[in-house]
């Protein structure tokens, strides 16, 4: 299998752009992260990893969106682009993931890769922006992997993004990006709706087939202003997902991201790690995409650094979360978030300024933390990436309580239970 891969990525992909992914994100992100080791040793932080939000618009109303697409456009301008890559460069990184809204509405886009060809762009678009001439541009650039989401077949994909033709659209662009040979990623929000179509052996052949060379299964998470509980996974889904991930990294000539287990199928959460933070449309520094609170910004006087090294809040949320949870906080303990809001004053970081309302209204429910469930790596080569390179960084090995873990399954069976006693 991973001669088939390694003979995909030699044919099929332009060979200086292999070449600089290759260097740039394995070379020199392994690198990265075991500077970051080096400073949690030294009692330091900053996170190997960043998530960029330059843009809250986005021409699509996807369900369970947290972004405030529809609001008044804003982005994060060249300049301060530019100085939050070069402040994290001076620390070693060298991988930026760019988000939106839609990354490529941002009128300066292209610019902030021009001025930073020295590292890697990986840019989560729903590819309606990618046409030929933008794709020959990234291949010139050489230092960007588009990461196309694709939610479901063309009715459930347009009905989860909120219009017609947004399926078409989308298989336009991840062909435009194939054909100008770039390094190509589909991504998925796994939900009741697409589960059955997407997380299947064929649809991982059917991408082998067209030339792209990663996929990500993301789990949906109900949040946002317009949650849509009713298309989270249950706990047996997301045991599925994860076994499928696991198995099709041996079967398949095709690298499967995975953002949520270690090695031995501990779950995790890369900002309670601090593998990552992410960095909002308006320039707040949050703890990952989906949390929308900050204290800071990068338009405070202090350098970037430093306000990694003194963040309380941000310090807090990494040990507290870990405390309490292994998976994704949000999902099982909305009300930590909460907590943490009152004790350091953080403010809701979106337009609609509802954050906190969302957030209680969550009714908790198990991420991918599944006790008693691990699922281990089976590839050799993912077991060891992992071990290295995406491990706790023994946060939770420090921190985590098993007396102070609430399981939202046991929870909702005890309350089942309670409601079904009968009436005297």
Partial sequence: MYLRMARRFLMETDKRLLAKAAWTLGVRGLWSVHKHKRRLKRGEFFPPFIYLSVINSCNLR???????????????????????????????????????????MHKDLMKIFEANRDVYFQVFTNGHFITDEVAKELRRLGNVTPLISVEGSEIVSDTRRGRGG???????????????????????????????????????????????????FHIYRPVGPEPNPQLALSSEEQRRVRQFVVDTRVNKPIIVVDAYHDDAGNALCPAVTGFTHHIGPWGDIE????????????????????????????????????????????????????????????????????????????????????????IP?????????????????????KHFDTAKYRDPDAARDEAKSESDLPIL
């Avoid at 100085?83 to 809204?101: P, Q, R, T, W, Y």
């Avoid at 790596?377 to 960084?393: H, Q």
């Fill in 62 to 104: 996807c369900q369970g969106c947290w972004v405030d697409v529809g609001a008044k456009q804003h982005r994060i301008e060249l300049d301060a682009a530019n100085k939050v890559i070069a402040e994290s460069k001076a620390m070693g990184n060298c991988f930026f993931g760019i988000l939106g809204g839609e990354p490529f």
């Fill in 166 to 216: 947004v399926y078409s659209d989308t298989m336009n662009g991840i062909e435009a990006a194939l054909r100008n040979k770039l390094l190509v990623g589909v991504c998925t929000s796994v939900c009741k709706t697409n589960i059955d179509d997407l997380v299947r052996d064929q649809w991982v052949d059917r991408l082998i087939e067209m030339g792209v060379m990663y996929c990500w």
């Fill in 287 to 374: 703890p990952c995409p989906v949390i929308q609170l900050a204290k800071e910004s990068i338009h405070d006087q202090q350098s970037l650094a430093d306000t990694f090294n003194q963040s309380e809040f941000l310090r807090d949320f990494r040990q507290v979360t870990a405390e309490h949870t292994r998976g994704c906080v949000i999902m099982e303990r909305p009300d930590l978030l909460v907590d943490l809001v009152e004790k350091h004053g953080a403010r809701d970081t979106t337009a609609r300024a509802k954050v906190i309302e969302e957030l209680k209204a969550i009714s908790p429910r198990r991420s991918q933390y599944q006790p008693g469930d691990e």
């Fill in 377 to 397: 790596e089976r590839s050799f080569v993912y077991r060891w990436a992992k071990k290295y390179a995406f491990s706790d960084f023994q946060t939770y090995s």
